[in-house]
Nanobody, 114 residues
Framework: QVQVVESGGGLVQAGGSLRLSCAASGSIFRIKYMAWYRQVPVKQRELVAFIARDGSTNYADSVKGRFTISMDNAKTTVYLQMNSLKPEDTDVYYC????????WGQGTQVTVSS
């Protein structure tokens, strides 16, 4: 079994910052990549940021220059530093871990007030 647990969501004013964390545990063997997605009801889940085991990253155009993804040395925890938040960043943020199989967390709510 693999557990993926997100934390760090909350309510923040526009222009503020939040840091999300995602910890993977359990029967993990050699995580290949971890990523953050976001989704609101009736919308498709979209990729926000991605980080591979080798440290390479990729970001959605809408967050480039504002969000930074990073991974710990153990390669089991990923962080998403979100700066200059906008109301349109309001969403449920989900963490995905992949070691050949995808494992998703339950999501953490981020709300940005104008």
């Amino acid at each position: 079994q693999v557990q993926v647990v997100e934390s760090g969501g909350g309510l923040v004013q526009a222009g503020g910052s939040l840091r999300l964390s995602c910890a993977a545990s359990g029967s993990i063997f050699r995580i290949k990549y971890m990523a953050w997605y976001r989704q609101v009801p009736v919308k498709q889940r979209e990729l926000v940021a991605f980080i591979a085991r080798d440290g390479s990253t990729n970001y959605a155009d809408s967050v480039k220059g504002r969000f930074t993804i990073s991974m710990d040395n153990a390669k089991t925890t990923v962080y998403l530093q979100m700066n200059s938040l906008k109301p349109e960043d309001t969403d449920v943020y989900y963490c995905k871990t992949n070691n050949g199989w995808d494992y998703w967390g339950q999501g953490t709510q981020v709300t940005v007030s104008s």
